[in-house]
């Protein structure tokens, strides 16, 4: 699947501030010395990270770069005002799911700075591979933020949750009870731009 890179809406998107805690398992000082080797790779000529595609954008001091590598699509975070990276996403693909789901699905993960943390810039990124028509799926454990970050997205696109096992999905509904949601087979889904739940089944053979 080639992700479409239209941004038509891209500026209002990231313009909505939204609360947001994004969990990590480094420390903050490993984070910032991670950012900063990133930041210092793609200001390197002759680097794969150096001279990667620009995603425009309408919030002032914020540039996107974006690169996609074995399937797997990367969106770096540049402040331009102070020159450094705030963070990243990788929209990861899944073992555990079958060849024709990996031709439509990704997971995202997200490291932010402790500066750039609580800002919503993951939901903008996320958004923006939405709109895109991606569609995303869950890991086996969220955050309480990670879940609460997926929630906001839902108001503008197809939610719904799957049990997922032996590289089969099965369709639990828009909703699921506590017990349901907390088994590790239980994951969400979000629809990209562009797809039913129908469609999405017809694509990834879900039942």
Partial sequence: MTLTLAMPSWGQVLARILELRIDVSLSPGEVERELDTLHDRIRQPGDKLHDMPVVPTALP?????YREADGEYYVYVEDTRYGRIAGYTVFNRLIEVSRRTDRVVRAPHTKLGPAYQRCGLATSIYG???????????GARQSAGANALWGTLARRHTRGYVDLRDKSMTYLGESVSETVQADLHTRMILLGQGWTLSSFANATGMH
């Fill in 61 to 65: 001091g914020v540039r996107l770069r």
């Fill in 128 to 138: 923006w591979a939405l709109d895109g028509g991606l569609c995303l799926i869950s």
